[in-house]
């Protein structure tokens, strides 16, 4: 099947500094990619929707400036985490979907665990 | 706005036993995927369906596409204690390039050995 790399898996860092995640996709190229939020025990909540060389589409409720998303090219896309705090913390996942994976099936990253201080 | 309402939410059985998971909706999605999460990690597919009544087998999973497409379950066959885990539906809905999908809230199952 389709791989999906996120990197890092885990961080750790302190309130009003940015972090960087990655997002992969290994064996194919993602013409769509998709992050998502997911808390404790809870589904996956979309944040937003990007398109290789487009802007991100944002889900309501979700500020743009402060998850900033880039997808520069067909196996990259990356979500910035701006002047993080405290309630930023969660597990983000980040998906991908492409021809080779198929219309609207999505293959899922292994996560990223952000922890602000 | 097409909602999945899964169900039930939560399933706690015994090693050898039978279950099924659904996922219904009023709207008609193009493809409905299953996924199974561990903590910790990220969703993991399962299956895609994407033909009205379409029947897919895998090992003791069983899952059914709605002749309408729009429900869907999963049928696992004795439980073993590795099927533990957040299964989620997660419906397609095809139209002007974009590929979202709508998730169910989850099925957590734990299975007892």
């Known amino acids: 099947g389709a791989v999906v790399s996120q990197h890092p898996s885990r961080v750790i860092c302190k309130s009003g500094t940015s972090v960087k995640i990655e997002c992969r996709s290994l064996?194919?190229?993602?013409?769509?990619m998709f992050w998502y939020r997911q808390f404790p025990k809870k589904s996956l909540m979309l944040m937003a929707t990007?398109?290789?060389?487009?802007?991100?589409?944002?889900e309501q409720g979700v500020e743009k400036d402060k998850f900033l998303i880039n997808h520069a090219s067909l196996t990259l896309s990356t979500l910035t985490v701006t002047s993080a705090h405290p309630e930023d913390s969660s597990f983000y996942i980040c998906?991908?979907?492409?021809?080779?994976?198929?219309?609207?099936?999505?293959?899922f990253g292994p996560g990223t665990r952000l922890t602000v201080l | 706005t097409q909602l999945l309402e899964q169900s039930p939410q939560f399933l706690s059985i015994q090693e050898g036993e039978n279950l099924t998971v659904y996922c219904n909706s009023s709207?008609?999605?193009?493809?409905l995927q299953w996924y199974r999460q561990e903590p910790g990690e990220g969703p993991v597919l399962l299956v895609t369906?994407?033909?009205?009544?379409e029947v897919k087998k895998l090992k003791r999973l069983t899952f059914q596409f709605g002749d309408a497409r729009k429900d869907s379950s999963l049928h696992i066959t004795a439980a073993q204690p590795g099927d533990t885990g957040l299964y989620l539906c997660?419906?397609?809905?095809?139209?002007?390039?974009?590929?979202?999908?709508?998730f169910g809230k989850g099925t957590k199952l734990s299975v007892i050995p």
């Open positions: 064996d194919f190229q993602a013409t769509t």
């Open positions: 998906s991908a979907s492409g021809t080779r994976a198929g219309t609207d099936t999505q293959y």
């Open positions: 369906v994407v033909t009205g009544g």
């Open positions: 709207s008609v999605f193009s493809s």
């Open positions: 990007s398109n290789e060389g487009s802007k991100a589409t944002y």
């Open positions: 997660a419906g397609g809905l095809t139209g002007a390039g974009s590929y979202q999908l709508t």
